[in-house]
């Protein structure tokens, strides 16, 4: 099995910027930690791929959000990711599977739905963090996000997400594309990049058949000088601990938390990112009181 990555690269002199990513262990670990069903799994994980393209355009320590709020059966599709390759992510209703779409393809915009919001939330470590929001405009989500780039940061882009479902709900492969066409690019460039992507099989077959992202980046600027920047380890990973659900339960105050000792003889607290659960007992929840009355 290999091990998932992301490469960034430039192509045509630097005008544009292309970013790939093998992400089937990332999407797979999110489809056993939420169960999701296969349309659940599609669109869940197109949103973590193109939450991890994103996110690598970022430093360390900077994070990306991407909300979908879509009117379908999938209700809100939410990923968290930084720039150092670590995504997580859950969708409100993972038990959706549809009938294939008319092209015999699963059905992603069905379970998304056709209209809502698209949402992006990046904290930069400045004061307030930068958010965009653009209207749903596909429902398959990797033209949602490239519309997203398209107006909300004025870059135009051309996104490519792509999840192969196998037939027992598990995740055979995925990852995606992203191009970024910067200023000064030529039209002869862009009909170019457009002509190879109208004729880019899909990324996820393209992996299934043990491509790489470096061998997707070439396929899409054949022949064109494609200079490799980067590559990235990429990980379904959550920074959830008992610690910060603790000091959750430590926001409650100190009446909220007694009730819990006295009527539930402890707490459970599940996160939404990954599903881990968190058993706090009475001896957990007295602690955590004693810190509020200043007690030890
Ligand atoms: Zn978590």
Not at 51 to 71: F, R
Not at 183 to 206: C, F
Not at 210 to 216: A, L, M, N
Not at 282 to 293: N, S, Y
Request: glycine share 10%; net charge negative.
């Amino acid at each position: 099995m290999t091990k998932d990555y992301l490469v960034k690269a430039l192509a045509y002199g630097g005008f544009v910027r292309a970013y790939a990513v093998s992400a089937t262990e990332t999407v797979a670990e999110a489809q056993r930690r939420h169960d999701t069903w296969n349309t659940a799994s599609a669109a869940l994980g197109r949103t973590i791929v193109g939450g991890l393209l994103l996110g690598s355009t970022l430093k360390g320590d900077d994070t990306i959000t991407v909300k979908v709020q879509g009117n379908g059966p999938a209700g809100l599709i939410m990923v968290d990711s930084n720039g150092r390759g670590e995504v997580k992510g859950y969708i409100q209703n993972p038990n959706v599977s549809l009938p294939l779409n008319e092209k015999g393809k699963i059905d992603v915009r069905g379970a998304v739905g056709t209209e809502g919001v698209f949402t992006v939330i990046k904290d930069l470590g400045l004061k307030e963090p930068f958010s965009g929001q653009t209207p749903i405009v596909s429902g398959e989500l990797g033209e949602d996000f490239t519309y997203y780039l398209a107006v909300s940061e004025q870059v135009p882009s051309a996104v490519g997400l792509s999840v192969l479902v196998d037939t027992d709900d598990s995740i055979r492969s995925a990852g995606g594309f992203m191009l970024q066409i910067m200023p000064g690019a030529s039209e002869e460039v862009i009909d170019k990049i457009e002509a190879r992507l109208a004729n880019l099989p899909l990324v996820s077959s393209l992996l299934d058949q043990g491509k790489t992202p470096e061998d997707i980046l070439d396929t899409i600027f054949d022949g064109e000088s494609l200079m490799i920047l980067d590559t990235m380890p990429v990980e379904f990973k959550c920074d959830c601990s008992k610690e910060k659900f603790g000091n959750a339960i430590l926001t409650l105050g100190t009446k909220e938390i007694q009730d819990m000792i006295d009527e539930d003889h402890g707490a459970e607290a599940v996160c939404s990112f990954c599903n881990n659960k968190y058993y706090f007992d009475e001896a957990d929840l007295e602690e955590i009181k004693a810190e509020i009355t200043g007690g030890n």
